[in-house]
């Protein structure tokens, strides 16, 4: 498991780029064969990512953790991003379809992730933070989502907010999820950008071919930097921290707090 130290407001300000983005960004993600996680010092959130082959992929057991089995004091925020997969937890198997979103409560040990096809493999994002109180896991479609329609192509932000893992569709203790998709022609995922002073929120864009990127804004209103985004990559910011971005063409991207 990676480590992902954020800065402090003030010490942001004299970051250079390589450093801001050792301290904010997230992208040894989506590998192949392999589970990846990082676990950030804001929330104690961990971020990762389970792309399975021909064997399911399992979530390993850290030490800092301190915990016996990776959910014992955690709940689990999880999309597929990519081919059609299934995950178990506890026996009871799901099928979770390109953008459909899985919750998995605290106290689930036994978690698998397969693909249906090891050559269209599924990609599952996972987000996770702690969690005091434990909830059923549930399966949301990406059709049984809360769908909002905001934006407008005249200013370059139309764009569909899924609404997954949210009140009034999925009871959890704190997890909140779901994706945003930019429709053609569109390249700007929130306007005006915003802040959460009670919470960080967490990006991770997709939908980017290789030639592609998300230029994503972070900092406080007078001290904005921008990080260059590709493929597969999350943003982690804190409750100081705008967050907004512009791509080099449509894109959609997991927000999860």
């Known amino acids: 498991m990676e480590f992902l130290y954020t800065a402090d407001r003030n010490s942001y300000r004299r970051m250079t780029t390589s450093e801001l983005r050792k301290a904010y960004m997230v992208d040894e993600t989506f590998k192949p064969g392999e589970v990846t996680l990082c676990y950030t010092d804001i929330d104690r959130a961990i971020v990762g990512s389970a792309v399975p082959l021909a064997d399911p992929l399992t979530l390993p057991i850290h030490k800092e953790l301190a915990s016996d089995f990776f959910a014992q004091r955690r709940e689990i925020g999880v999309v597929n991003i990519g081919a059609a997969g ?103 995922n929130t306007m005006p950008p915003h802040t959460h002073r009670r919470r960080t929120e967490i990006y991770m864009y997709f939908d980017l071919d290789d030639d592609s990127a998300v230029f994503h804004l972070m900092g406080e209103q007078d001290e904005t930097r921008a990080l260059v985004v590709r493929n597969g990559e999350a943003v982690v910011s804190p409750t100081w921290s705008l967050h907004s971005g512009a791509g080099t063409c449509a894109y959609t991207f997991v927000w999860a707090m």
């Open 86 to 188: 299934k995950v178990e937890v506890d026996g009871e198997t799901f099928e979770v379809d390109n953008r459909d979103s899985l919750y998995i409560g605290r106290g689930s040990q036994d978690i698998r992730f397969s693909s249906d096809s090891a050559d269209d493999p599924a990609k599952y994002y996972l987000v996770s933070y702690p969690a005091h109180t434990e909830y059923p896991t549930k399966l949301v479609r990406m059709a049984d989502a809360n769908r909002v329609e905001l934006g407008s192509l005249e200013t370059s932000n139309e764009r569909v907010i899924h609404q997954s893992i949210c009140p009034g569709i999925v009871e959890t203790c704190q997890i909140v999820l779901g994706f945003t998709q930019l429709a053609p022609g569109s390249v700007w």
